[in-house]
């Protein structure tokens, strides 16, 4: 054999096992700054989740400041400056969903900030609006009124649940994914081994990295703190190519034993949305017991300087597929 085709015979060894390993993906969008308008359209719908918010349009936002890109970094956030008329609408915020919707691929979020404030309520996550909770809903950054840690959690349709002890670091808190059962709790996690996973405590940290993984056969989302030596190589430099098999135990892991994800989940888009109030965030006993003043509507109407901090600030979303 020629050095050419000995050479040729092992990028083919290599590619099949590049193929083969499934930890491996190839990078297929990089959004950062200004890319967010193109990646991102704004849904100024009414909220479903029944929130103190009036989610304005992408004009809108702009105009307002509620979103800011600038070259490294795209700020998303919710008025700080308005007294609110009780009957009026709610607090002007945002919500994007992405223009793109994915399957089997990897996502890595790179945050330097979420919005903070009692009465808040966060959200990264993916779903089809028009198929919910048919298609899936994963959640993979959510919390509200401050309270550490973050939850990750899956929604869906009929005959879907987690096995209660799993090999990942968070700690399972509810068991059944359907949707229809147990109020929509869902099925998921608490990073209750990872106090800066979420609110104040993730911004002091100077932010940091989550990364969903999602399969056939398992879901899988990892977090690192910004100040985590042990953040692999890969999502810390944003590498063309990532290996997933190299990120060791995830934080919150949903394997396919007792739900078949390929029938319950479809095409998602990306959606990130901060809301005020509503069936969680402003559950009279979630509120109360978070140790937020007053009542959560009451709160998020007559206390807009609370709100300074209630923003995202992204330096990147990367997908690879
Ligand atoms: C429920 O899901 C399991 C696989 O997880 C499948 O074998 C079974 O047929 C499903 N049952 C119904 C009623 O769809």
Redesign the pocket.
Known sequence: MTPALVGGILTLVLLAKLAVAGGSYTLSDVIVGEDFYDAFNFEAIPDPTNGRVNYVDGATARRLGLTVATANSFILRADDTTVLSPTGPGRNSVRIRSNNEYTTHVAVFDMNHMPEGCGTWPAVWETLEADWPDSGEIDIVEGVNNMSPNQVHLHTGP?CSIPSNINQLGKVLTTDCDAAANYNSGCGSTLSYAPNSFGPAFNAAGGGWYALERTDDYISVWFWDRNNWLTPLDVWLGSPIVDTSRWGTPAAYFPNT???LATHFGPNNIIVDLTFCGDWAGNAAVYSSSGCPSTCVDYVNNNPQAFKNAYFQFASIRIYE
């Open positions: 005959n007792d739900c078949d």
